[in-house]
């Protein structure tokens, strides 16, 4: 059966590539998590074209596909390797941060932990949006809905036979089991289920949820778009690069993208922009969508003056710490099979820390100095809650 989709996908894609129409309903720029699903919506509507644009390839690689292989994804040819500028307080190291540059984007080179966000975050942006679709009663309606869980029910929280496969890791290292004893012995509550009541209170510690199947990656972009890809109104194109949304006055008519070496124009009933929080911008920008004066500096002839974007790049954190083993440790499952949530302070009422393991040696570069010790295992712990923004030149 997977055999014969795959023959069917291969062979429609090549004739809807061979047959590249001038103008489709709806062109989507980034194939990553909200671009797969953004696609896989529209395209299940048989009357409208579909145009799927990534500028990586292909994500059928056994470093991509093999859960365990994750780590040699960074820096390489489906990263973008982005780096943040210097930063005078780390020495003015500039901090690395990775960005899918394949089909799944971020969601084909992570880490595969399905986290699903802590209850005030939602109720928070709520409160912020003054919209209750935003609260965790209403999203957690959708998670339950896009789940295909796999681990203990829990009829209130988790969902079964939605695009999403998420198990509990399967037969962890006992380093994932003594991490969670650990936090218990310093009062952190250990969960069965990453996902359920852990999320609603002050956090806790517990074996990871994994988007892995078999030992395989299970992307967004596998989850949602590679199974209608045999359909005759989705057309994914690889290696297109978007560098200009092209206009009528101030409405947006298509794209023009970079393709096979030649610059080309698409046009479109609708254009939506999934392209993550560096790209998306920059295209805006590109395109005389930002900042007047910003714009003026490159020469940008400006349509819209919007001066919040390219703004207020936010990111978390994370330090790793790493342990030399006294013997190799066997790789399972994605190498990060236990999470621990906790407040850095007994009065705070969210957690603002997490906490993963991973069962390999996981350090930049910069930080190590020396190559680490091959038999190791870390701890890398990230702020949640930070409170910085990137400032502008």
Same mark, same amino acid.
């Given at each position: 059966?997977?055999?014969?989709?795959?023959?069917?996908?291969?062979?429609?894609?090549?004739?809807?590539?061979?047959?590249?129409?001038?103008?489709?309903?709806?062109?989507?720029?980034?194939?990553?998590?909200?671009?797969?699903?953004?696609?896989?919506?529209?395209?299940?509507?048989?009357?409208?074209?579909?145009?799927?644009?990534?500028?990586?390839?292909?994500?059928?690689?056994?470093?991509?596909?093999?859960?365990?292989?994750?780590?040699?994804?960074?820096?390489?040819?489906?990263?973008?390797?982005?780096?943040?500028?210097?930063?005078?307080?780390?020495?003015?190291?500039?901090?690395?941060?990775?960005?899918?540059?394949?089909?799944?984007?971020?969601?084909?080179?992570?880490?595969?932990?399905?986290?699903?966000?802590?209850?005030?975050?939602?109720?928070?942006?709520?409160?912020?949006?003054?919209?209750?679709?935003?609260?965790?009663?209403?999203?957690?309606?959708?998670?339950?809905?896009?789940?295909?869980?796999?681990?203990?029910?829990?009829?209130?929280?988790?969902?079964?036979?939605?695009?999403?496969?998420?198990?509990?890791?399967?037969?962890?290292?006992?380093?994932?089991?003594?991490?969670?004893?650990?936090?218990?012995?310093?009062?952190?509550?250990?969960?069965?289920?990453?996902?359920?009541?852990?999320?609603?209170?002050?956090?806790?510690?517990?074996?990871?949820?994994?988007?892995?199947?078999?030992?395989?990656?299970?992307?967004?972009?596998?989850?949602?778009? $590679?199974? #209608?890809? /045999?359909?005759?109104? &989705?057309?994914?194109?690889?290696?297109? %690069? *978007?560098?200009? !949304?092209?206009?009528? +006055?101030?409405?947006?008519?298509?794209?023009?993208?970079?393709?096979?070496?030649?610059?080309?124009?698409?046009?479109?009933?609708?254009?939506?922009?999934?392209?993550?929080?560096?790209?998306?911008?920059?295209?805006?920008?590109? $395109?005389? #969508?930002? /900042?007047?004066?910003? &714009?003026?500096?490159?020469?940008?002839? %400006? *349509?819209?003056? !919007?001066?919040?974007? +390219?703004?207020?790049?936010?990111?978390?954190?994370?330090?790793?710490?790493?342990?030399?083993?006294?013997?190799?440790?066997?790789?399972?499952?994605?190498?990060?099979?236990?999470?621990?949530?906790?407040?850095?302070?007994?009065?705070?009422?969210?957690? /603002?820390?997490?906490? &993963?393991?991973?069962?390999?040696?996981?350090?930049?570069?910069?930080?190590?100095?020396?190559?680490?010790?091959?038999?190791?295992?870390?701890?890398?712990?990230?702020?949640?809650?930070?409170?910085?923004?990137?400032?502008?030149?």
């Amino acid at each position: 059966m997977a055999d014969d989709l795959a023959a069917r996908v291969e062979a429609n894609q090549q004739k809807l590539r061979a047959e590249l129409k001038s103008h489709y309903d709806f062109i989507i720029c980034g194939s990553g998590s909200s671009g797969s699903v953004v696609a896989r919506r529209l395209a299940e509507n048989a009357d409208v074209s579909v145009l799927l644009l990534e500028a990586g390839g292909s994500d059928d690689v056994p470093d991509i596909m093999s859960a365990s292989r994750w780590p040699a994804l960074r820096r390489g040819e489906h990263d973008w390797s982005f780096n943040a500028m210097p930063n005078p307080r780390l020495n003015d190291r500039a901090i690395p941060m990775s960005m899918g540059k394949v089909l799944g984007g971020g969601s084909s080179i992570n880490v595969m932990v399905w986290s699903r966000g802590h209850k005030a975050d939602w109720d928070g942006f709520a409160a912020e949006a003054g919209d209750d679709g935003w609260n965790y009663q209403s999203v957690l309606q959708i998670y339950r809905r896009i789940e295909d869980w796999h681990g203990a029910p829990d009829a209130a929280r988790r969902g079964s036979g939605g695009m999403v496969f998420v198990q509990p890791a399967p037969d962890p290292h006992p380093l994932a089991a003594a991490m969670i004893e650990a936090f218990a012995t310093v009062g952190v509550r250990t969960f069965d289920d990453q996902n359920g009541v852990m999320m609603e209170g002050h956090g806790g510690a517990a074996l990871t949820n994994l988007c892995v199947r078999d030992g395989r990656r299970q992307s967004i972009f596998r989850s949602y778009v $590679s199974p #209608i890809m /045999d359909r005759s109104n &989705l057309t994914v194109l690889t290696g297109a %690069l *978007v560098t200009r !949304l092209t206009l009528a +006055g101030k409405r947006v008519t298509g794209v023009e993208v970079a393709y096979e070496g030649k610059m080309r124009r698409i046009g479109a009933g609708e254009v939506v922009l999934s392209l993550g929080a560096i790209h998306t911008p920059k295209l805006l920008m590109q $395109s005389g #969508i930002g /900042d007047e004066a910003e &714009l003026k500096r490159f020469g940008i002839p %400006l *349509v819209q003056h !919007l001066p919040g974007v +390219g703004q207020n790049f936010q990111d978390h954190f994370m330090a790793p710490c790493v342990w030399e083993s006294c013997g190799p440790i066997e790789r399972r499952n994605n190498l990060t099979e236990a999470t621990a949530l906790w407040r850095s302070d007994s009065a705070l009422e969210v957690p /603002d820390l997490q906490t &993963l393991i991973v069962e390999a040696p996981y350090a930049s570069p910069q930080a190590a100095k020396d190559p680490l010790p091959p038999d190791s295992w870390s701890l890398t712990n990230a702020v949640l809650r930070t409170a910085s923004r990137a400032a502008s030149d």
